[in-house]
């Protein structure tokens, strides 16, 4: 009876050490044949290691497979519920290290097992969408708050000052941005907001 303990994690940053060591704490059905992942719960044709161990279990070869958490299997509740599935007609027990209340449903005489363990498929699969919905909303909020400040720094008080006041002066766009140190594109865009000075006329470019 072979035993599989399947570890994922989705980025490299994360350290799967942790995740290993909590599995094989409940593992008590063997020396198991460890799966290792670094991919997305959600892109099923890039999880090579998954499909091996799915194969595995068709074949009858897996009895017991260990997982630190549900959501390592899949996040998407209707994927989740369908693996049980898969797993119970091929008689393959799945225990997780952050579920092991689930244990005790095994033990249930039909059919209330069967009942009761889709009812918690179903609410566990119901948070684990919702925590990566609010995973992906945050990191949408990270990037645009990033990306705000990171952004285009905006041009100094001063610097301002300085383009109207050489513009003021009668000075081309071309001689303010070199006398200022300013791009010819900004210096075209201030002129436009100086307060006390129309904007010169596009024949002012090459004065």
């Known amino acids: 009876m072979k035993v599989a303990i399947y ?5 490299e940053e994360q350290d799967e050490s942790n995740q290993l060591d ?8 063997g020396s198991p044949i460890i799966y290792r992942e670094r991919q997305s ?27 630190w958490d549900w959501d390592r299997l899949y996040r998407n509740r209707k994927k989740l519920k369908e693996f049980f ?18 244990e005790d449903l095994y033990k249930i005489p039909s059919p209330f097992d069967e009942i009761i363990m889709e009812l918690v498929i179903n609410l566990m699969g119901w ?18 708050n990033r990306k705000t400040k990171w952004g285009r720094k905006p041009i100094h008080t001063n ?3 300085i383009v109207w006041e050489l513009q003021n002066q009668g ?3 071309r001689k303010i941005a070199k006398e200022s140190g300013v791009s010819v594109g900004t210096v075209h865009k201030l002129t436009k907001e100086n307060p006390l000075l129309k904007p010169p006329t596009n024949d002012e470019f090459d004065n």
């Open 7 to 11: 570890i994922r994690v989705s980025t």
């Open 85 to 102: 599935s898969f797993c119970k007609i091929y008689k393959c027990l799945i225990h997780s290290y952050r579920q092991q209340f689930f």
């Open 127 to 144: 948070l684990a969408e919702d925590e990566s919905r609010k995973k992906s909303e945050r990191v949408k909020i990270a990037y645009k």
């Open 171 to 173: 000075l081309s766009i």
């Open 22 to 29: 909590d599995c094989n704490t409940i593992n008590v059905y």
């Open 41 to 67: 719960a959600y892109k099923d044709k890039d999880r090579e290691q998954f499909e091996l161990l799915k194969n595995e279990i068709r074949k009858g070869e897996i009895k017991h497979l260990i997982v």
């Open 159 to 161: 610097k301002k000052k």
